[in-house]
């Protein structure tokens, strides 16, 4: 079965600090990739998604994402947070079918918290 | 408006009573989705549905059903809740023509069983 793998269950970082939490899948096949954000209280939000093209996406809020193929990841980076980054982080990976994707495997989600 | 909802958005039941949870949408999508979400544990797919007649089980069916009754409307029903189905309910769905397959969020329902 396919899975995701998110190495930080939990991550404490200052202000301005750089982030990297990093995200494996076990499928051998054609993917797409993507990086949830829920803020406290909040349903789930688009960071970014890969599905073809450049391996290095550009999301919101100054968040990038590399696709690594040989590696099988999707890492997610952003140079410099801000307190308002404290969120769940979730990276999800496509299921696909012969009609086409039947859903998303989530990873167990990176708690990020930023201290001021 | 909000493109995708779900009612109640929040629901203490007891263990035992049927309850449904009720997801509407306006964007159009023919794909819609139910997930759990447990702390810990990610989202986990319960069940989905590419069209009024195609409904599939997803990883973790056991004790759900679900109804579509229109494209715009997905429920989801426990028949008999039990306490480890206390969690956070989001229903998803997604454009059959979005070669990124992305998923649209609704807001989450909060069920807790007692």
């Known amino acids: 079965a396919q899975s995701v793998s998110q190495h930080n269950h939990h991550v404490i970082l200052s202000e301005a600090a750089s982030l990297e939490l990093g995200c494996n899948y076990s499928?051998?096949?054609?993917?797409?990739l993507f990086w949830y954000v829920q803020y406290p209280g909040q349903h789930l939000q688009l960071l970014l998604k890969?599905?073809?093209?450049?391996?290095l996406v550009k999301g919101i809020k100054g968040f990038e994402a590399e696709f690594i193929k040989s590696k099988f990841s999707f890492n997610l980076r952003k140079p410099s947070v801000q307190w308002s980054d404290t969120a769940e982080y979730f990276c999800?990976?496509?299921?696909?079918?012969?009609?086409?994707?039947?859903?998303?495997?989530f990873g167990k989600g990176t708690h990020l918290i930023i201290q001021p | 408006d909000a493109d995708v909802t779900q009612t109640p958005r929040n629901r203490i039941t007891k263990t035992g009573k049927r309850i449904m949870l009720e997801c509407s949408q306006t964007?159009?999508?023919?794909?819609m989705y139910w997930y759990r979400q447990d702390p810990g544990l990610g989202l986990r797919l319960i069940y989905y549905s590419f069209d009024v007649k195609d409904i599939n089980k997803g990883e973790i069916s056991d004790g759900y059903s679900v109804s579509r009754q229109a494209q715009a409307k997905f429920s989801l029903s426990l028949e008999s809740a039990i306490p480890n189905q206390t969690a956070l309910y989001f229903c998803?769905?997604?454009?059959?023509?979005?070669?990124?397959?992305?998923?649209?969020f609704g807001p989450g329902t909060r069920l807790t069983v007692t």
């Open positions: 998803a769905t997604s454009d059959p023509g979005d070669p990124s397959y992305e998923q649209y």
């Open positions: 890969y599905f073809s093209g450049d391996p």
């Open positions: 964007k159009g999508h023919d794909r």
């Open positions: 999800a990976v496509s299921m696909y079918s012969g009609g086409g994707a039947d859903g998303l495997t």
């Open positions: 499928y051998g096949g054609t993917v797409n």
